[in-house]
C-alpha cells in the first residue's frame, strides 16, 4: 500500500507520555579536535486516545536533545486502530534493514516484545500483542518499522470502504 497522507494530530488535545528509547553520543571530527553532542531517539503517545509518533534530537547536552526529540515527535503524531485491546490483525512493517511483525494477542497475554517495539506499542496503548523484530538491531530503523506496522493496520469500516461492500458482507 502507498503511503497515505494524513493530516496534522493537534497534540495539544492529548495527554502525552514520553519515553526516551536511545542516547547517542556522537562526535563530529573537525580541525581544533572533536565536537562532541548528543542523539536522542523519543517515542511519545497517549495510550487512552491510541496516539503514537517518535522523533529524533541533536543538542550539546542529552536534556536538550531529548527535549528537541519530543519537539520532533509531537510533528509526527499518527492514530493507530485497535480491536479491543489487540490489534485487528497481523502486519509485517518494513524500515531499512528493520523488520517488525506485529501479531494479534488474547487478552491477558500482555506486551511480548523487545525494547523499541516495546516503547512504540506501550506508548500506542496496546495492551495485548506478540511481536518479532527481524534484521537490524539499530533502534531507529526499527521504531520505525514498528510505525510503518502500525500505519498499516486497518478497521472493518476501512476494509469494507476499498473493497466496495458492506461491513456485514465481510
Known amino acids: 500500500m502507498g503511503v497515505v497522507p494524513q493530516k496534522r494530530i493537534d497534540p495539544k488535545a492529548y495527554n502525552l507520555k514520553e519515553q526516551v528509547v536511545s542516547i547517542n553520543r556522537v562526535t563530529k571530527v573537525v580541525k581544533g579536535g572533536k565536537n562532541l553532542s548528543f542523539s536522542a531517539l523519543v517515542v511519545i503517545g497517549d495510550p487512552e486516545q491510541k496516539v503514537v509518533g517518535y522523533g529524533s534530537g541533536k ?10 526529540g519530543i519537539e520532533a515527535a509531537k510533528k509526527n503524531l499518527r492514530h493507530v486502530h485497535t480491536l479491543g485491546t489487540t490489534i485487528p490483525h497481523q502486519v509485517l512493517g518494513r524500515f531499512g534493514a528493520g523488520l517488525v511483525l ?3 494477542a488474547p487478552e491477558g497475554t500482555g506486551v511480548i516484545a523487545g525494547g523499541p517495539v516495546r516503547a512504540v506499542i506501550q506508548a500506542a ?4 500483542v506478540l511481536t518479532k523484530s527481524i534484521g537490524t538491531t539499530n533502534p531507529h530503523n526499527v ?3 514498528t ?3 502500525l500505519d498499516e493496520l486497518r478497521d472493518k469500516a476501512q476494509v469494507a470502504e476499498l473493497r466496495g ?6
Do not use: M, Q, R
Open 147 to 149: 510505525i510503518a506496522a
Open 102 to 104: 506485529l501479531k494479534p
Open 59 to 68: 543538542a550539546k547536552e542529552v536534556p536538550a536533545a531529548i527535549k528537541k
Open 165 to 170: 461492500l458492506a461491513v456485514e458482507n465481510l
Open 125 to 128: 496503548g496496546i495492551g495485548n
Open 143 to 145: 521504531v520505525k518499522a
